[in-house]
């Protein structure tokens, strides 16, 4: 599967969000992770879909002003629980996928996950060049445990 999200552009789009390019022209401090949902797609080529996210913080979830830019949406995403890997280092799409596939063959047959999609989440900024932290998340699917036995 390639991921193919425009990555930079959604990054941007959203920081400009948080830098005040909304209808309050409120500044709202950069929060983390920086989360990516991977939607497979179908057919051979298996091009799908990314939405990328910032987390707003405690005192703008109530009322967060409302994006300027049409490709910037407010979600509210539900709680939710996760199968998390965690791996250090710069992270590319590659891997990424190559961090999915292994958390997918370690939980394989032990949790009922959502299989058509799964996050992705860094950590830090551009510039933390050592103790780098990425994870890839697959969602637990409603009634399922989570424990590891």
Not at 51 to 56: A, C, H, L, P, R
Not at 103 to 125: C, M, P, R
């Amino acid at each position: 599967m390639k991921m193919k999200d425009g990555g930079s552009d959604h990054f941007w789009q959203l920081f400009n969000y948080i830098q005040g390019k909304n209808n309050k022209e409120q500044k709202i401090e950069m929060t983390v992770p920086v989360l990516r949902k991977v939607i497979a797609g179908g057919g051979p080529a298996c091009e799908g879909s990314i939405d990328m996210s910032f987390y707003v913080p405690p005192e703008f979830q109530d009322d967060p002003p409302t994006p300027n830019d049409a490709n910037v949406s407010i979600s509210r995403l539900p709680a939710q629980k996760v199968i998390a890997r965690t791996f250090p280092g710069f992270a590319k799409d590659d891997k990424y996928l190559e961090e999915a596939q292994t958390l997918a063959q370690l939980i394989d047959g032990k949790y009922n996950v959502h299989e058509e999609y799964f996050y992705t989440a860094g950590y830090d900024s551009p510039w933390k060049m050592f103790n780098r932290r990425n994870e890839v998340w697959f969602v637990v699917k409603e009634g399922q445990t989570t424990s590891i036995e």
